[in-house]
């Protein structure tokens, strides 16, 4: 079956504009994850949810960065005013939705951002 | 809070060479470990993982062991191929929690 898929795989935009990043989870997946990773970094996590709702917001750096997942599957990661330090590769996973530890997560390729 | 830490990169063998990559945790709790690995042009997926002390865990070839008492989970593997050549990122999460703090990933690089 198809895996996680990110749209689009590379954004350019200018500082100041507004951008949404989108995710499609694989098929049947409750839990969804946004993550992003800065160059040479490991990913850091932004935000989780399970189902419609965000269960955990709390690596959103600020305000600026909201996510919505209006029907349990996909999900899209919106930025306002877009800063240079907002560049990065932004990845999303879906899992099972046990939520615990031993649900193994499945990545997309990701979306590379780039803000000028 | 959590944290990893991984050797740092870059890492370059010859084929059929012996791999080790060092990671080492900090957690609040009893954490799930995980190895992830991303090949060029790829997303990030699992490579293994091990859930509870002593716990081994292997796919492909490369094996981890999770070790409590030395907060430790490196990854090794004893004949590598220029196909192993990728970023791998050494993983935890909470025994009760979903997020996976990552740590920043070991480029390796292998050479026919």
């Known amino acids: 079956g198809a895996g996680v898929s990110q749209t689009p795989s590379n954004k350019v935009t200018e500082k100041g504009k507004y951008v949404e990043l989108r995710c499609d989870p694989i098929?049947?997946?409750?839990?969804l994850y946004w993550y992003r990773q800065s160059l040479g970094q490991g990913p850091e996590f932004l935000i989780y949810?399970?189902?419609?709702?965000?269960?955990?917001d709390s690596g959103l750096p600020n305000d600026r960065f909201f996510a919505v997942r209006p029907e349990g599957s996909v999900s899209t990661l919106k930025i306002q005013r877009t800063e240079r330090g907002d560049s990065a590769v932004y990845l999303c996973?879906?899992?099972?939705?046990?939520?615990?530890?031993?649900?193994?997560?499945?990545f997309g390729p990701g979306t590379r951002l780039t803000v000028l | 809070g959590n944290s990893v830490t991984q050797m740092e990169g870059p890492v370059t063998l010859s084929e059929e060479a012996f791999l080790t990559i060092n990671c080492t945790y900090t957690?609040?709790?009893?954490?799930?470990l995980f190895w992830y690995v991303q090949y060029p042009g790829e997303g990030l997926q699992l490579l293994l993982k091990?859930?509870?002390?002593?716990d081994k865990g292997s796919n492909k070839g490369f094996e981890a062991t999770y070790r409590k008492e030395t907060t430790s989970f490196h990854l090794e593997k004893g004949s590598v191929q220029v196909s192993d050549s990728a970023v791998y990122f050494c993983?935890?999460?909470?025994?009760?929690?979903?997020?996976?703090?990552f740590g920043a990933g070991t480029t390796v690089t292998v050479r026919a």
């Open positions: 996973a879906s899992s099972h939705g046990l939520a615990s530890s031993t649900d193994t997560q499945y």
């Open positions: 098929s049947g997946h409750t839990a």
């Open positions: 949810f399970q189902g419609t709702g965000a269960a955990d």
């Open positions: 957690a609040t709790g009893y954490p799930s």
């Open positions: 091990a859930t509870k002390a002593d």
């Open positions: 993983a935890l999460s909470e025994w009760d929690d979903y997020k996976l703090s």
